[in-house]
């Protein structure tokens, strides 16, 4: 795995909101790497084997399973700053440290890179690291099981609905920027099949469609499951 090509902070000079006790903290600065994305960038890929381990500052990670006999895509979940815990889980490697998914920051997103092999320490010695780590498996575990919900017990209109639905709830608008084919990616089917039902659901009067943007109607919020410390 290497670092791709972005833009490099100076760790000292960002608030990197984590609530790290002094000694992490001082490892951080002097081991990590900050790094700032000003385009979607693919930060892995299935199957790379990890010397960095990711922590979202700022931005948003999706995550993706990408099926290539069918050469489609289907995002598990996306790690946002608004979520409990900071930690982007991209701990989740093998024990030849190899990832088991695709990840792709989005533009404008921040990351801390971390030396595996210090965060391996971490896991040994530090409460407050595994603590973080469990808050974070807890946010993954409800997120994959949203997505599974989705995906096995709902037609794709009300699959594209309930994704269209997230996005608005996350970013607190209902306009999406999003093109046919990132939706179709999202909810692993086609760009043609989503273009057809995002006709449908404005004929139906559930959204209003322009170039670029999607305006979510009668937005109703998802209530999101509790996560219990």
């Given at each position: 795995?290497?670092?791709?090509?972005?833009?490099?902070?100076?760790?000292?000079?960002?608030?990197?909101?984590?609530?790290?006790?002094?000694?992490?903290?001082?490892?951080?600065?002097?081991?990590?790497?900050?790094?700032?994305?000003?385009?979607?960038?693919?930060?892995?890929?299935?199957?790379?084997?990890?010397?960095?381990?990711?922590?979202?500052?700022?931005?948003?990670?999706?995550?993706?399973?990408?099926?290539?006999?069918?050469?489609?895509?289907?995002?598990?979940?996306?790690?946002?700053?608004?979520?409990?815990?900071?930690?982007?889980?991209?701990?989740?490697?093998?024990?030849?440290?190899?990832?088991?998914?695709?990840?792709?920051?989005?533009?404008?997103?921040?990351?801390?890179?971390?030396?595996?092999?210090?965060?391996?320490?971490?896991?040994?010695?530090?409460?407050?690291?595994?603590?973080?780590?469990?808050?974070?498996?807890?946010?993954?575990?409800?997120?994959?099981v949203c997505t599974l919900k989705s995906t096995g017990t709902s037609?794709?209109?009300?699959?594209?609905?309930?994704?269209?639905?997230?996005?608005?709830?996350?970013?607190?608008?209902?306009?999406?920027?999003?093109?046919?084919?990132?939706?179709?990616?999202?909810?692993?089917?086609?760009?043609?099949?989503?273009?057809?039902?995002?006709?449908?659901?404005?004929?139906?009067?559930?959204?209003?469609?322009?170039?670029?943007?999607?305006?979510?109607?009668?937005?109703?919020?998802?209530?999101k499951p509790l996560i219990k410390n």
């Open positions: 795995m290497t670092i791709p090509n972005a833009n490099t902070l100076n760790i000292a000079d960002v608030d990197l909101k984590l609530t790290f006790g002094p000694d992490l903290t001082k490892e951080i600065l002097r081991s990590g790497r900050l790094m700032s994305f000003d385009r979607d960038t693919v930060v892995f890929r299935e199957g790379e084997q990890l010397n960095w381990a990711l922590i979202l500052v700022e931005g948003s990670v999706q995550l993706y399973h990408k099926n290539f006999e069918r050469d489609r895509e289907l995002m598990l979940y996306e790690v946002t700053p608004h979520e409990p815990s900071k930690l982007s889980c991209v701990t989740f490697y093998n024990d030849e440290a190899k990832v088991s998914m695709c990840a792709v920051a989005k533009r404008g997103t921040t990351l801390l890179y971390i030396p595996t092999d210090i965060m391996a320490n971490w896991a040994e010695t530090s409460l407050e690291w595994n603590q973080m780590v469990i808050r974070s498996f807890r946010e993954i575990f409800d997120a994959l037609s794709l209109d009300e699959r594209i609905k309930f994704f269209l639905t997230c996005r608005a709830d996350a970013q607190k608008s209902d306009f999406i920027h999003m093109t046919h084919e990132q939706i179709a990616n999202s909810v692993g089917t086609s760009r043609v099949v989503v273009s057809r039902i995002l006709k449908e659901l404005e004929v139906k009067g559930d959204i209003r469609l322009s170039r670029g943007q999607i305006e979510l109607l009668h937005h109703e919020s998802i209530e």
